[in-house]
């Protein structure tokens, strides 16, 4: 028979040490327009007991990495990854070696009202390293930081654009329902995406006709493996700026870019911003 302890609006399942020893990890809690963020740090190897919200919630990961454990799946989770949480989902989260410092927001039954009212459902779990939404999270987790007289507005904007964004991940067709070599393909431009590759070889590597992958991927992700590929070379070059001191020049080979100067064109057409006024905008430390 498991042991259900209720505690700060989530139920933990078989704790192995007092719930209340949880809140040591909190380091600021507050509510604004609704919605309550909670920014919390948690060191090398910890691990949070399988517990479920009782608010629909999303987080954004600051610093670190984990892996969170849902039954029989999981999901790893690195710095600026994104992730929607609906109640009731019951999971446990592992930090890895260098611990994790996350924000949390969950949303009171007003919110959920107000997107249920827009016919809007977000019922299963979504994470996501999409650069919009890191950047849209990365922009709450400071307006919960450094509050004024316009932060309620400011705040309700930015948590209404993460959740539309989420709304439409959610209509996307499962990753479960995907073609086997089409998610090969996929995890192969993931696995290499700093690398040169050409679309003749991860055809030939997935076992299909280069047309057919041409066309499939772009059905499926709407955009071509080389507009991917690129999307993943600014996705990991914009966590290497806030969380790093490395060089730009350095950040940029890393990532697969021709040099400096390729790679802040490409990144300003991306986010709209330089590389350098991304960091300074949205530093994490």
């Given at each position: 028979?498991q042991t259900i302890i209720k505690d700060f609006r989530a139920q933990y ?167 086997g070599w089409l998610r090969n393909a996929k995890d192969l431009l993931h ?95």
């Amino acid at each position: 028979m498991q042991t259900i302890i209720k505690d700060f609006r989530a139920q933990y399942y078989e704790a192995p040490m007092p719930v209340q020893g949880l809140r040591q990890y909190h380091l600021s809690e507050q509510e604004i327009a609704g919605l309550w963020g909670t920014e919390t740090c948690h060191p090398p190897h910890f691990n949070i007991p399988r517990h479920a919200h009782d608010l629909a919630s999303f987080y954004i990961v600051l610093e670190g990495s984990l892996t969170e454990f849902y039954d029989r799946n999981q999901r790893d989770l690195r710095t600026c990854s994104v992730v929607f949480t609906p109640p009731g989902e019951i999971h446990r989260n592992a930090f890895h070696n260098a611990g994790g410092r996350c924000f949390l927001v969950e949303l009171t039954p007003h919110w959920t009202d107000r997107l249920a009212a827009s016919d809007i459902k977000l019922e299963n779990y979504l994470d996501t390293t999409n650069i919009d939404l890191t950047l849209l999270a990365t922009k709450l987790y400071k307006e919960f930081r450094y509050v004024d007289k316009v932060s309620a507005l400011s705040v309700e904007g930015l948590a209404l654009e993460i959740l539309a964004a989420f709304s439409r991940q959610s209509e996307s067709a499962p990753e479960g329902y995907l073609q086997g070599w089409l998610r090969n393909a996929k995890d192969l431009l993931h696995d290499r995406f700093s690398e040169t590759i050409t679309l003749d070889e991860i055809a030939e590597q997935v076992g299909v006709h280069p047309v057919h992958l041409a066309r499939a991927f772009r059905r499926r992700y709407c955009c071509s493996l080389g507009e991917y590929q690129r999307r993943l070379r600014v996705e990991h070059a914009s966590r290497q700026l806030v969380t790093t001191r490395c060089s730009l020049a350095d950040i940029a080979l890393a990532a697969g870019f021709a040099d400096q100067a390729h790679f802040t064109r490409v990144f300003k057409k991306r986010t709209g911003l330089t590389p350098a006024k991304f960091r300074a905008t949205f530093a994490l430390s």
